[in-house]
Nanobody, 115 residues
Framework: QVQLVESGGGLVQPGGSLRLSCAAS????????MAWYRQAPGKERELVAS????????KLLDSVKGRFTISRDNDKDTLYLQMNSLKPEDTAVYYC????????WGHGTQVTVSS
């Protein structure tokens, strides 16, 4: 069955960096555009970044442009989100999923930006 497992979150100070990973299984990963989403406490889930199956960036949230980079390794069936210059407002649970077609959501990975 389809499985998405996010990892790499943690507690980081403002200005710090984290690299999130999403290990995918149960489907042909390279055939699907993928995306990172996040949900902050008390807020709706929002799209952070999306990427085509071949690795071209589709969308990037305005507030993360210049700071976050989405990428993928189709040989490893893994999606990445490199996050630099982190701000407190980036604090959220981060999830990966399909971009044009979503599957069941994983547990996500918590990112907390605080001094």
């Amino acid at each position: 069955q389809v499985q998405l497992v996010e990892s790499g979150g943690g507690l980081v100070q403002p200005g710090g960096s984290l690299r999130l990973s999403c290990a995918a299984s149960g489907f042909t990963f390279s055939n699907y555009a993928m995306a990172w989403y996040r949900q902050a406490p008390g807020k709706e889930r929002e799209l952070v970044a999306s990427i085509t199956g071949s690795g071209h960036v589709i969308k990037l949230l305005d507030s993360v442009k210049g700071r976050f980079t989405i990428s993928r390794d189709n040989d490893k069936d893994t999606l990445y989100l490199q996050m630099n210059s982190l701000k407190p407002e980036d604090t959220a649970v981060y999830y990966c999923n399909g971009y044009y077609s979503e599957t069941s959501w994983g547990h996500g990975t918590q990112v907390t930006v605080s001094s």
